[in-house]
């Protein structure tokens, strides 16, 4: 709904005395404040975007989907004799409803190849199918679209329409070339309003950690939701960026979008276009950052390198002697930084290549050989918890003790197959078993547990209660506020934690 609003202003008169004189009255000449005024444009920027806008307007366009949904009924008398008159009697089964979607594409192509974002077409719910898709030129002329493929991980799709006539397009431009600070203009459709223009600057490069894009441009020009898929100007009127998330607490727009940036949108584009699926490199490890406290347990430069939590059996890394617990400082002779990850790096050599890995373990650096795969399928790759810490005894008042005084703040015991076997775990595993917890400890706050298992402090094995408080006395007297522990539990692969010691 659209609410209008009517605003009234009130002219409050104050008791003005008027001073009046047989003198001639003379006459003062007024000038308003902004007559004549005309702004200096930014360096480097039009006066008005209004040229360049009305020349690529044109190819930017509307998508929206038709959806099929099944929803759980909403009638609470569903299968009672006055189910009919709440919305039909529908025995409390699942309905079909319709659904749609709105979003944002661009012509890059006078025979009507469309670019928009891959969530823009996809289906929107678990079991939704899309019907439809519906291209709306800024003429509000409409074509259906058939779509000629797409990429999840890259949030990319193409799609394809049929004119009578040849189509107005754009092309891209080198996001390579971008640096913070530039003037961009995004075009799009927001909360289906249809095609609005907004400008901004480049707020930053290289944004990572969302989604499976590694480097996003970020943007103040306002993006908001609608806009996916629409393309990102620059100056010359290239596309450098196809306009994708946006950060908000709210869902409106708070001056924070993001961009895929057209130099990893071009080869996937390109793939798609020719009907192909997109195919990246793939080591087969699991991997984090390499955080302050386990850059520290491991006396090594912080920003620099990423950890190996685990590694896949009969992937490249495996064939190639890469462990859990080593750190990745470069691969095909790039160094790995939070700018350049491991895993942009890897996803862009080509398969089946044989790339030089360079790593650190137990501080000495060494460089193997490793063969890239194929990744295979985002569903493929997800990790499916099953947490728990069945067969443990609950924590006593000695052990809770005993954790508050220790370096880590753990109590541990030497893990037996009897507790490996209650805790759902290979009986030939061995470790020690978490009893307990110091709730104001760092362990804690990262998450460890009882009935977490401890498999390596500092790269090696720990199996003694000794040996892991030997472990956290030898990284104190090096300097080191950290050390770095294996853990394992049900269900969940084998990750490192940089754990702080306790000040003592």
Do not use: C
Not at 471 to 482: I, P, V
Request: neutral net charge; without cysteine.
């Amino acid at each position: 709904m659209r609410y209008a609003y009517a605003i009234t202003a009130a002219l409050l008169l104050g008791g003005t005395t008027l001073a009046l004189t047989s003198h001639p009255t003379s006459v003062i000449a007024q000038t308003a404040q902004n007559e004549g005024m005309a702004a200096a444009a930014p360096r480097g920027a039009p006066v008005s975007f209004a040229d360049m806008v009305e020349r690529l307007q044109p190819a930017v366009v509307n998508i929206s989907t038709k959806q099929r949904v099944q929803v759980q009924s909403q009638n609470p008398f569903a299968g009672t004799p006055f189910g009919s008159l709440f919305g039909g009697d529908d025995d409390g089964q699942p309905q079909t409803r319709q659904a749609q979607s709105l979003g944002s594409g661009f012509i890059i192509s006078a025979d009507g190849y469309i670019v928009t974002n891959n969530h823009v077409v996809a289906p929107g719910t678990q079991g939704a199918k899309v019907d439809s898709i519906t291209v709306i030129l800024p003429d509000r002329s409409e074509y259906p679209a058939t779509l000629v493929g797409r990429d999840e991980r890259s949030d990319l799709a193409v799609l394809k329409i049929s004119a009578p006539r040849p189509l107005p397009f754009v092309k891209f431009g080198d996001s390579t070339r971008a640096r913070v600070g530039d003037w961009v203009i995004a075009i799009g459709n927001p909360f289906g309003l249809g095609s609005t223009v907004t400008a901004g600057i480049i707020s930053a490069l290289h944004r990572s950690g969302l989604a499976g894009i590694e480097r996003f441009i970020q943007t103040d020009a306002s993006i908001n939701q609608g806009n996916s898929g629409g393309p990102m100007f620059d100056m010359n009127g290239n596309v450098i960026g196809i306009n994708s998330q946006i950060l908000s607490p709210t869902g409106g727009n708070i001056g924070i979008g993001f961009a895929i940036p057209s130099e990893q949108a071009v080869p996937v584009i390109e793939t798609l276009r020719r009907g192909e699926s997109v195919k990246r490199g793939y080591l087969g490890i699991q991997i984090s950052p390499l955080s302050d406290d386990a850059a520290e347990a491991l006396g090594l430069p912080h920003n620099r390198g990423e950890l190996v939590q685990g590694v896949e059996p009969g992937k490249g890394a495996e064939s190639a002697g890469i462990k859990p617990g080593d750190v990745i400082v470069k691969v095909n002779n790039v160094e790995v930084t939070p700018d350049d990850t491991l895993s942009y790096i890897v996803a862009n050599l080509p398969v089946n290549s044989t790339v030089p890995v360079e790593l650190i373990r137990n501080g000495r650096r060494m460089t193997v050989q490793a063969k890239i795969g194929e990744r295979p399928p985002e569903e493929e790759l997800a990790n499916f918890n099953q947490d728990s810490d069945q067969g443990m005894p609950e924590p006593n008042e000695e052990t809770a003790k005993q954790a508050s005084q220790q370096l880590l703040g753990l109590a541990v015991q030497p893990l037996t197959p009897t507790i490996a076997r209650q805790l759902g775990l290979d009986a030939k595993i061995s470790g020690l078993v978490i009893a307990a917890v110091d709730p104001s400890s760092d362990a804690a706050a990262k998450g460890l547990r009882r009935g977490d298992v401890i498999l390596q402090a500092n790269n090696r094995p720990v199996t003694t209660e000794a040996a892991l408080g030997e472990a956290a006395q030898a990284a104190k007297q090096s300097g080191r506020n950290a050390v770095l522990l294996q853990v394992t539990r049900r269900g969940v692969p084998a990750a490192l934690v940089a754990v702080r010691l306790r000040d003592q």
